[in-house]
């Protein structure tokens, strides 16, 4: 089936660093959102992206939609020991007319303070 | 506005046996998805419902099975339980013009023994 790479597996940060993660895939995109992801919890969405080339903040998250349509980027400025988690892409390939998302591996963040 | 909210919570089986997961959806969402999340994975498509029927699946077994009613809420069965199936399940809700725009509940975590 389609993949998404995800990268970095894990990081480990210092509180007030900013952080930078990205999914990529050989498959073109209609949709890419970003998830975050704790212990004994479902997913939470942090933003969606609906177009090429988009630039969408959430706060401190800042998430960016490719040109290509083939990859995306999450960034979190000044982490916070709450930013602890794991973060997932997911995205939805063009051609889908419904809603199936695929998702990335994810990147587990661990901030120390 | 509420949530996504999954019953139950927890729950354990043995091998050949049937189950049944249900979920409510977030307030003015009529389409729901269904997720497994193997440990240290993200999660994969299931299949989603809209109108009452499935309109997408992803790559599983017809043991799996799903019902969605009329207000919304759906079930999750999975018939003849094997090991592999140990997971968390999480269901999604979404509005039929943004299918792919997902809010997950807080998942129901089985155990197949």
């Known amino acids: 089936g389609q993949q998404l790479n995800q990268s970095p597996q894990s990081m480990f940060i210092q509180e007030g660093e900013d952080v930078s993660m990205n999914c990529t895939s050989s498959?073109?995109?209609?949709?890419w959102l970003w998830y975050k992801q704790e212990p004994g919890e479902g997913p939470v969405l942090l933003i969606a992206?609906?177009?090429?080339?988009e630039l969408t903040s959430n706060g401190r998250l800042t998430a960016q939609f490719g040109i290509t349509r083939k990859d995306s980027f999450l960034n979190i400025s000044a982490s916070i020991p709450s930013d602890v988690g794991i973060y997932f892409c997911?995205?939805?390939?063009?051609?889908?007319?419904?809603?199936?998302?695929?998702f990335g591996q994810g990147t587990i963040l661990t901030v120390h303070p | 506005e509420t949530g996504v909210t999954q019953s139950p919570t927890h729950l354990i089986k043995t091998r050949g046996q049937q189950v049944t997961l249900r979920c409510s959806s977030q307030s003015g969402h009529n389409t729901v998805s269904w997720y497994q999340q193997a440990l240290g994975q993200g999660p994969q498509f299931i299949f989603q419902?809209?109108?009452?029927?499935?309109?997408g699946r992803g790559n599983f077994p017809p043991r799996f099975s799903g019902l969605q009613f009329p207000n919304y809420s759906s079930e999750l069965n999975v018939n003849a339980l094997e090991l592999d199936d140990s997971a968390l399940y999480l269901c999604a809700s979404s509005l039929s013009d943004r299918r792919e725009t997902q809010y997950f509940g807080p998942g129901t975590r089985l155990l197949v023994l």
């Open positions: 992206l609906y177009k090429a080339g």
């Open positions: 498959s073109i995109f209609n949709t």
């Open positions: 997911a995205g939805q390939l063009r051609g889908t007319s419904y809603g199936k998302l695929t």
């Open positions: 419902y809209y109108r009452e029927e499935e309109n």
